[in-house]
């Protein structure tokens, strides 16, 4: 069975443009979780998509958003890039509403902001 | 003060010692995962547990829900379980996100 797949593996952008990255769950999976992982800061929790409705989001600017499409894949995306914004962006998911299930991570995508 | 602490930050230790890592958090939890990332960044799921204790392999993963702590033990320790190990509590309530720790960063010597 595939795991959690992210693409694209790397991504360099400059201030001001804007990043999309996409997230396929595992099949069956209906959550979807992004997290970002700044050098220096440990994981931080961004999104959570559901049944594709925004459930929660972390204490981050609004210029990060997102969406969940049908099938349960998912795109994070951040305008008006900063520098800051240079960070692993990990996915993950699980099955619905994730209750009492384990979230599987996938490989990330590193974003780098010129 | 972080929600979720780990200690020790960094650990180095010789093949085949066992190894304990303690997660202590301040807030409550439904559930306490435990994650293991290599260098390249990919972030594998050890254990979920929201009582007692859990065995997988050299793994071992406990945890104290009154003294809202967990330790997470390597036995016989190995190089390749050199890797960042992470605790993190998923919040009660509807919120469902994870709440991370800093990490903890192991190498194991040959």
């Known amino acids: 069975e595939a795991g959690v797949t992210q693409s694209p593996t790397h991504l360099i952008k400059t201030r001001g443009q804007q990043a999309t990255l996409r997230c396929s769950p595992i099949s069956g999976h209906t959550s979807v979780y992004w997290y970002q992982q700044a050098l220096g800061l440990g994981l931080q929790f961004l999104l959570w998509y559901d049944e594709g409705e925004e459930r929660n989001r972390g204490n981050f600017p609004p210029r990060f958003s997102g969406r969940q499409f049908p099938n349960y894949s998912s795109e994070l995306n951040v305008n008006a890039l900063e520098l800051e914004d240079s960070a692993l962006y990990l996915c993950?998911?699980?099955?619905?509403?994730?209750?009492?299930?384990?979230?599987?991570f996938g490989p990330g995508t590193r974003l780098l902001v010129l | 003060k972080n929600e979720v602490e780990q200690s020790p930050q960094n650990l180095t230790a010789q093949e085949g010692e066992f190894i304990t890592i303690n997660c202590s958090y301040s807030v409550g939890i439904s559930a306490l995962h435990w994650l293991q990332q290599h260098p390249g960044g990919g972030i594998v799921s050890l254990f979920m547990l929201s009582s007692g204790k859990k065995k997988h392999g050299r793994l071992i993963a406990t945890i104290n829900i009154q003294e809202k702590h967990s330790s997470l033990h390597i036995t016989a320790s190995h190089p390749r379980d050199s890797a960042v190990y992470i605790c993190?509590?998923?919040?009660?309530?509807?919120?469902?996100?994870?709440?991370f720790g800093t990490g903890t960063l192991l190498a194991v010597q040959p």
């Open positions: 993950a998911s699980s099955p619905f509403r994730g209750r009492g299930e384990t979230q599987y």
């Open positions: 993190a509590v998923k919040r009660g309530g509807a919120t469902n996100k994870l709440i």
